[in-house]
């Protein structure tokens, strides 16, 4: 009875799905980067405040106090599964660190130029000082490699386990 399958303890612990665990790495890490950026704002190192996901949409002064901030972080972090989405259709099989480190700048340009206008708490490139350009891209740098690197991570591993699962298969 000593190895018999039927016991709990001689139970392989399924994986979590690839699908599950790109959404949640992009759901942590947006929640992650969207704390550190907001922590960066408090310390003066950038003018960029999480809140201005809420501009566009949201209407009155709560939103610029705790309550929108934990609202934003929480947004960013579901926008971010759709970032990480992406990711994953696109860049899965990258296994370079600089991949993330592009898709993170990717991001920066797309946030930072092309939706700017739609942020009114952004001001534009040319008219924000330097440590809040360095900052942001640096964030954003950081968080590209978090979701690239996690994703790839998982990918390879993924593959790794199926084609052992193969090897073992008596023929």
């Known amino acids: 009875m000593k190895g018999s399958p039927k016991l709990e303890q001689n139970k392989?612990?399924?994986?979590?799905?690839?699908?599950?665990?790109?959404?949640?790495?992009?759901l942590v890490g947006g929640i992650l980067w969207s704390s550190i950026g907001y922590l960066l704002y408090v310390f003066h190192f950038t003018n960029v405040h999480p809140n201005v996901i809420l501009e566009?949409?949201?209407?009155?002064?709560w939103k610029k106090q705790?309550?929108?901030?934990?609202?934003?972080?929480?947004?960013?972090?579901?926008?971010?599964?759709?970032?990480?989405?992406?990711?994953?259709?696109v860049l899965k099989k990258a296994t370079s660190i600089f991949v993330g480190i592009g898709y993170g700048i990717a991001l920066f340009l797309l946030v930072f130029f092309v939706l700017n206008p739609i942020f009114p708490g952004i001001e534009p490139i040319g008219e924000l000082n330097r440590n809040t350009i360095i900052t942001s891209v640096c964030v954003y740098v950081l968080y590209g490699i978090f979701i690239g690197y996690s994703i790839s991570y998982e990918f390879d591993e993924l593959q790794l386990r199926k084609r052992q699962e193969a090897e073992e298969v008596p023929s």
């Open 12 to 26: 392989k612990e399924e994986p979590m799905s690839m699908m599950s665990m790109v959404v949640l790495t992009g």
């Open 66 to 89: 705790w309550l929108g901030t934990v609202i934003s972080i929480v947004f960013i972090g579901i926008i971010s599964i759709g970032v990480a989405l992406i990711y994953y259709a």
């Open 56 to 61: 566009p949409w949201a209407l009155g002064e």
